[in-house]
């Protein structure tokens, strides 16, 4: 149990345009998913929080107007990576929490390229 | 604001030896994490330690966690190839989410 799925699992695109990433929990319902982007040999750093039905929560120093999250069901969160920039390319990581539950499940993970 | 921090960052041992990574954080938490990443893969769970005094055991790992000294521990036994991988500890703030250390780059070599 506690499968979250992510995809794209890779993306390239060009600069300017906006990419979609969707995470879902297959096997059950999560009111808070999270966001994390991770650099090559570094350590994952969160992005934001995406709370089922409201805004999402940032961390600081990221845009939320670039980092546009929506997390319309409880087993759907969206990020989409808006006017994209060479500087974008990252691996995009979501998580889920089960409502009510201990621990974190991730997805499989995207790495983004944009050229 | 909480911050992990993990060592050593790096770490290569021959196959066989025992070792030792660290993971300290800065404020109050009951709630630690361990995973394992393989390069160009996503977080793989290992442990999830919930109380002062946990330890779990699984394979060649034992992770272990004492909350008044804010430390966690991940032991490894008799290390062997498959387990070179990036070792991540996360501690939970506020039970609301969770922030990582910088990883333990683990090289055993054959």
């Known amino acids: 149990g506690a499968v979250v799925s992510q995809h794209p699992s890779w993306v390239i695109c060009k600069s300017g345009t906006s990419v979609k990433i969707e995470c879902r929990s297959l096997?059950?319902?999560?009111?808070?998913m999270f966001w994390y982007r991770q650099f090559p040999k570094q350590s994952l750093m969160l992005m934001a929080t995406?709370?089922?039905?409201?805004?999402?929560?940032?961390e600081q120093g990221v845009e939320k107007d670039k980092f546009l999250i929506n997390h319309a069901s409880l087993t759907l969160s969206t990020l989409t990576v808006t006017s994209a920039h060479p500087e974008d390319s990252s691996f995009y990581i979501c998580?889920?929490?089960?409502?009510?539950?201990?621990?974190?499940?991730f997805g499989s993970g995207t790495r983004l390229t944009v050229v | 604001e909480l911050k992990v921090e993990q060592n050593p960052l790096f770490l290569s041992m021959q196959e066989g030896k025992n070792y030792t990574i660290y993971c300290n954080y800065s404020t109050t938490s009951d709630r630690l994490y361990w995973y394992r990443q393989d390069p160009g893969k996503s977080l793989e769970s290992l442990f999830v330690?919930?109380?002062?005094?946990a330890v779990k055991q699984e394979g060649r790992l034992m992770a272990s966690l004492d909350t008044k000294a804010r430390l966690s521990t991940l032991h490894i036994t008799a290390a062997v190839h498959d387990l070179s991988a990036t070792y991540f500890c996360a501690v939970d703030e506020r039970a609301d989410k969770i922030i990582f250390g910088k990883g333990t780059r683990l090289h055993i070599l054959p």
């Open positions: 995406s709370n089922e039905g409201s805004k999402a929560t940032y």
């Open positions: 998580s889920a929490k089960k409502t009510g539950g201990v621990g974190y499940t």
């Open positions: 330690l919930l109380s002062n005094g």
């Open positions: 096997d059950f319902q999560a009111t808070t």
